[in-house]
């Protein structure tokens, strides 16, 4: 039983105060440092003029459509862009290789075909586990691309094998707060570049 299972009560009011009150907990520890690392990660790709290729299914899936458009939109910076691009935002592209290779190539057919030395590849989960981010990972590392884990629960085998990370610690399948804090790094990141650029 998670910490969500614990405070569900009928009452939707109460069930409101007491998911607020754990997501405030949830937020308070992750490590800020680790947010700093990852905004350095970002910072010297802009530099490169390296890509950020974005990752995720399902929820993360969404938030790494929205990262992609916060870092290279979001941040209003065209002379020396963010070059960010989501691998989940092509659905002809997504079904061609699930149907024709099998799901766990979603993302790393993509990869092979634009990523570079140099890059990042941010993939977003909250087990950490899915078969079809490790095997991006598994690509980036032979590729001289850096990797980077955005995660929640243990954090999975991907916060073992990334090079870096951020990692958001809640209970195993407590989904919601997960993805919650996800897109609060979302935010987060994206308003500290937006103004960065403005003031370098």
């Known amino acids: 039983m998670n910490n969500i299972d614990r405070f569900f009560t009928t009452d939707p009011v109460a069930f409101a105060n007491a998911y607020l009150d754990y997501l405030t907990t949830v937020l308070k520890r992750i490590d800020a440092r680790e947010i700093g690392r990852f905004v350095k990660t970002l910072l010297e790709a802009r530099e490169r003029g390296s890509t950020v290729f974005f990752i995720g299914n399902g929820g993360s ?7 992609a458009n916060d870092i290279s939109i979001g941040t209003n910076e065209y002379a020396k862009p963010f070059r960010a691009l989501s691998l989940t935002d092509n659905v ?3 079904t061609a290789i699930s149907n024709d290779f ?3 190539d979603a993302f790393v057919r993509q990869l092979r075909v634009l990523g570079r030395k ?3 590849l941010v993939a ?8 079809n981010l490790l095997k991006a990972f598994e690509h980036a590392r032979e590729a001289g691309i850096k990797t ?4 929640a629960f ?7 094998t990334a090079d870096e990370g951020i990692h958001v610690p809640t209970d195993p399948k407590e989904y919601g ?3 919650d804090a996800h897109m609060v790094l979302d935010h987060l990141v994206g308003a500290y570049l937006m103004r960065y650029v403005r003031t370098t």
């Open 61 to 67: 899936a969404a938030t790494a459509s929205h990262f």
């Open 92 to 94: 002809p592209i997504l």
């Open 102 to 104: 099998g799901y766990e």
């Open 118 to 120: 140099g890059d990042v």
């Open 124 to 131: 977003i989960s909250a087990s950490g586990n899915s078969p």
């Open 148 to 151: 980077v884990a955005i995660t």
């Open 154 to 160: 243990d954090g999975g085998k991907m916060k073992a």
């Open 177 to 179: 707060p997960a993805e």
